[in-house]
């Protein structure tokens, strides 16, 4: 079976209390976008666990989230405003983010052989 080992996740100092409040695979990209109740987007590989990516995308929480299998792409509404959003990954900045900024070169190898990204 398919099977990874507990992670954490890396929650940033100011957002100690928040939670995950969804989670949407992308099965195109074999990524998981994680959202938390304080607007955090999390971009998790699925192979592997790690994480490499955490921006705050919203003030408000999330209400709903789904997939986009097409374009790889994940919807969100929030729950104050409504307002719609979308989070798509950017493969071209993906691979020189993860090795200059994650340093992680051996996680930047797999990623760009299997989803035939340049760097």
């Given at each position: 079976?398919?099977?990874?080992?507990?992670?954490?996740?890396?929650?940033?100092?100011?957002a100690?209390?928040?939670?995950?409040?969804?989670?949407?695979v992308?099965?195109?990209?074999?990524?998981?976008?994680?959202?938390?109740?304080?607007?955090?987007?999390?971009?998790?590989?699925?192979?592997?666990?790690?994480?490499?990516?955490?921006?705050?995308?919203?003030?408000?929480?999330?209400?709903?989230?789904?997939?986009q299998?097409?374009?790889?792409?994940?919807?969100?509404?929030?729950v104050?405003?409504?307002?719609?959003?979308?989070?798509?990954?950017?493969?071209?900045?993906?691979?020189?983010y993860?090795?200059?900024?994650?340093?992680?070169?051996?996680?930047?190898?797999?990623?760009?052989?299997?989803?035939?990204?340049?760097?």
């Amino acid at each position: 079976p398919f099977r990874l080992p507990p992670t954490a996740i890396p929650v940033p100092p100011d957002a100690m209390a928040d939670f995950p409040v969804s989670l949407v695979v992308d099965s195109k990209n074999e990524v998981a976008y994680l959202l938390s109740k304080m607007g955090y987007a999390y971009l998790f590989d699925i192979h592997t666990g790690k994480t490499m990516y955490r921006a705050k995308v919203t003030q408000d929480t999330v209400f709903v989230t789904c997939p986009q299998d097409s374009s790889g792409a994940i919807f969100g509404i929030t729950v104050r405003r409504g307002q719609v959003f979308r989070l798509q990954l950017n493969g071209q900045a993906l691979i020189p983010y993860i090795t200059s900024t994650l340093r992680d070169n051996d996680l930047a190898i797999k990623i760009a052989g299997r989803l035939n990204l340049p760097g």
